[in-house]
Nanobody
Framework: QVQLVESGGGLVQAGGSLKLSCAAS????????MGWFRQAPGKEREFVAG????????VYADYVKGRFTISRDNDKNTEYLQMNSLKPTDTAVYYC??????????????????WGQGTQVTVSS
């Protein structure tokens, strides 16, 4: 069974940092794009960051560019999201995603077909 399991969420003060991890099991994603999305209460799920299968190419949403960094360790079948300078507006459930269709970094939610269960990130002011 293919699974993505996120960890690393929690409560942090504004200006702080968190690092999310997403461990994949059931198959390798070395040839597949992976990414992070988030969903705040009452809002639609939105793109945060994406990485190509090799991790060499990355894309970011404008609202996290310069603060968040996506990376992946294909030997460990794991991707990461380092979040710095966190703001209260970053509060959301963060989801890890993988695409069995694409290798290049993707931004569209519909490009991803495997999802984790999500991890809560809460940033207090």
């Amino acid at each position: 069974q293919v699974q993505l399991v996120e960890s690393g969420g929690g409560l942090v003060q504004a200006g702080g940092s968190l690092k999310l991890s997403c461990a994949a099991s059931g198959r390798t994603f070395i040839h597949n794009a992976m990414g992070w999305f988030r969903q705040a209460p009452g809002k639609e799920r939105e793109f945060v960051a994406g990485a190509s299968g090799s991790g060499a190419t990355t894309v970011y949403a404008d609202y996290v560019k310069g603060r968040f960094t996506i990376s992946r360790d294909n030997d460990k079948n794991t991707e990461y999201l380092q979040m710095n300078s966190l703001k209260p507006t970053d509060t959301a459930v963060y989801y890890c995603a993988a695409s069995t269709y694409y290798f290049s970094a993707r931004e569209r939610l519909s490009d991803y077909d495997i999802w984790g269960q999500g991890t809560q990130v809460t940033v207090s002011s």
